[in-house]
Structure formats: structure tokens, C-alpha cells
């Protein structure tokens, strides 16, 4: 049916036209610019961390690190979400985006919170004329060397519509899908609490700092992203639960300086985490 040239040259074909549509897709919703970040301190605690904060529907995020991390070694990263308690879950992604680097997914569960491992490969889906029945799903995952998974599926009936409509080749959807759970990082929870009008986590990761294609600056500017939903996830107790897509994403960027806590003090915050 499908011979293997036309296969080949047909992913080629793919991979030449995706650039143009799959660049940076920027949704409407993208903040950038009324955030605010600085330096906040725990009355508390001796944990100073660098503050995300964007109006009172968003979570405030907090970042705090060890002052011997150094750029290219992996640190351990502390991340701390106050969210409004009308949120069902809240991800971080530590290289700005949603995909190909590490997000930490966090939503209540009772009293406490479950913290989920997560990473969205970069999946191309395209519609083939040739084919109109099926589309041909291309994954692109793990730079600089991807892996290209092609497999023909059946056309969903809204895409098959606009399919015909439209030129030979075209991206159904942007591609962004569910992240899967991503085990090269691991998280110990510091705390997590829940009161009448916030719920709030407090986790430590460690493989956050490095990745397969990147990874934070020491002293350098990095840039983060965030990610909210109002739908609670469907099986709160468990990190592997699947969830609804956002309904509000943003973007900063920002030094770690104002998160830098001397090791030992991160070292004996962390300690007890589990
Ligand atoms: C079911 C889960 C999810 C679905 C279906 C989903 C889907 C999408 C889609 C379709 C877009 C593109 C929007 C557009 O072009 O207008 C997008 C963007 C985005 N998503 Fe998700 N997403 C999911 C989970 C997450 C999670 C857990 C994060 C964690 C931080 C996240 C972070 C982002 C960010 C920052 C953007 C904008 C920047 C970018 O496209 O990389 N998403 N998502
Ligand atoms: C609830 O928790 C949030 C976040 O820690 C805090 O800012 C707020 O003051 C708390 N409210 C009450 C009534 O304790």
C-alpha cells in the first residue's frame, strides 16, 4: 500500500514544511509582561528564593538552588507553588516551554499534593492527501539526534473535515499533547498544605537542572514557564494520572541570583524531604 521511498521522502517532505508552522507557536493568552520576579525571603525559614508572582489567579512560584550550582553540573532545584485553591493542577517547566525539557506538574490531593515528573516530546501530526483517511503521526524527541516514530493513524472526524478543505499537507493540531511521565527526575516533597483559599507544595527535584538538549545557567538569564488548570486531574493520588490541557500558560526569564542559599542551609532545608 505504502511503499518505503514514498515513506521516506514523505517524511522528508514533512520535516522540510513543518519548520515554518511549528517555530514558536505563541498563544494569545502568553504573559509576559505584567509579571513580576524578585527576591523573597521565608519569615520562616532561611530559604530565600527567587519569586515568579502574575496577579492573584496565578500561583505565586518560587526557585531556590545552592550557591555552588555551576552551569553543565547537575543541581539539585528547589520549586515551591502557592496556588489559588481554584486550580486542579499547576506545571513549572524548567527551559521555558512546554516541550523537550523537564515539567513539574503539581496538583492538591487531600491535605497534602502529588508532584508528577512530566516531558512533552515534540510531536508533529500531519494530514496526507494521498491518504485522507489516515494521517501520518511524526514524534520528534530527544535533540540533537531525534527519533522519528511515523505511524499512520486514523483521521480524527473534526481534522478529516478541514483536511479537505485545506492544502495536501497540514498540521492538524499544534502537536501538544498530554505530557508523558518523565523519570530522569525525581522529587522529594519539602511540604504541602491546603487552607481555605490556597493550596501550596514545596518539592525538591533533582534532575530538573540538566536535560537531553539543555539546561539552567547558573549565572546566566534563564527562561521558565508555567502552565494552569481549573479541571482537577482525574486520579488525584496518583503522579501518573492524566489531566485536561491549560487554561492559562505564561513565560519569564530570569537570573537564579536572588535564589542562591548557601549549600549547607539548602542541604539541611532538604534534608527531610521525602
Ligand atoms: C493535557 C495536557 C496538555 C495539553 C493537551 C497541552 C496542549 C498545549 C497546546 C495545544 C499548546 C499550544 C497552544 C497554542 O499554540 O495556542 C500548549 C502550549 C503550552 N503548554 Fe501545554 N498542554 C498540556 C500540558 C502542559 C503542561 C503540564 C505544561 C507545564 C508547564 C504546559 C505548558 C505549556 C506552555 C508553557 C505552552 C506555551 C509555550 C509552548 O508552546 O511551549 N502544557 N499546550
Ligand atoms: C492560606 O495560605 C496562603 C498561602 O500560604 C496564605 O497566604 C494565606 O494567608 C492563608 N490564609 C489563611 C486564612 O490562613
Redesign the pocket.
Known sequence: MYSISNVVSLLLLLLLSSNQSHASPTPGHLETRQSTTKKYCSPTTSICYLEYSWGTSIPVFRIAVPDSASTNAPFDTLLQI?SPISLGWVGFSWGGGMTLNPLTVVWPNGNGATVSSRWSPYDLSFVIALAPAEYLTLILNEPPFPTLIPSLQPLPPQIKQSANKHSPLRPPTSGRTLPSTYSSASYRTVSA?R????W?VETVCTGCSKWSGGGLSATGVNSFAWAVSKTPVSQPGNSGSSFSIHNNVGMFSESLSAGKVPKATFDAYVKNAR
Open positions: 502557592v498544605s487552607n481555605a483559599t490556597h501550596t
